[in-house]
């Protein structure tokens, strides 16, 4: 595992590097540099904008992830606005769209990750429609948005639903799983007073 940050950012494959479609309201164009400065603006929030699964040096795939304040596109979205105390999953991507088993484990180093940061929820948007030949994708890529079953079976419930879309929430309260060091621990672990034994 790896946090996304400005500096591990070219692990990302070039559709995603300059994806900007959760930094913008429908219909708006966006400026120069935006996905740049959202990449900062979420860094200096939480310390990364995602993680990203690695097998020896070969990328297997990656999340991204932000508070709700930071993604105006979700407040646009069918089921929405996210909730003012959650971060957003906003998305998925893995060279093998089939490998359920690397989302669920990114999933749970991020729900650990933001939990350690006291982050309330992480929340997702889900099509509640989908094609029954697709059960192993945890996430609709041409769609951007996820898949209700895989977030159920992650431990999300919905809490609202509009035509297709819902919106998912999970409490963080209740996550137990604990991820890998990251330099997210270890920004927050610098801050803790160290008390001789």
Not at 5 to 27: E, H, I, K, N
Not at 79 to 101: H, I, K
Not at 117 to 140: D, Q
Request: charged share 25%.
């Amino acid at each position: 595992m790896i946090d996304l940050r400005g500096a591990t950012r070219d692990l990302l494959a070039p559709v995603c590097r300059d994806c900007v479609w959760w930094q913008c309201r429908p219909g708006e164009t966006s400026p120069p540099g935006l996905r740049l400065s959202w990449e900062r603006a979420a860094e200096d929030d939480a310390g990364f904008f995602g993680r990203a699964l690695l097998e020896d040096d070969a990328v297997i795939g990656w999340m991204h992830t932000a508070a709700a304040r930071l993604l105006p596109r979700a407040r646009y979205l069918p089921a929405g606005p996210p909730s003012d105390d959650a971060y957003v999953l906003t998305c998925s991507y893995f060279y093998d769209e089939q490998y359920l088993r690397g989302f669920h484990y990114l999933l749970q180093e991020i729900e650990a990750s933001l939990k350690h940061r006291r982050v309330a929820a992480l929340e997702a948007f889900a099509l509640r429609c989908h094609a029954p030949a697709e059960p192993f994708r945890g996430y609709l890529r041409e769609r951007n948005l996820f898949q209700c079953d895989v977030l159920e079976g992650s431990g999300f419930r919905p809490v609202k639903a509009k035509g297709e879309v819902s919106r998912y929430r999970l409490d963080l309260a209740t996550a137990v799983a604990l991820p890998g060091r990251s330099m997210v621990w270890e920004r927050v672990d610098a801050g803790a007073v160290r008390l001789p034994v």
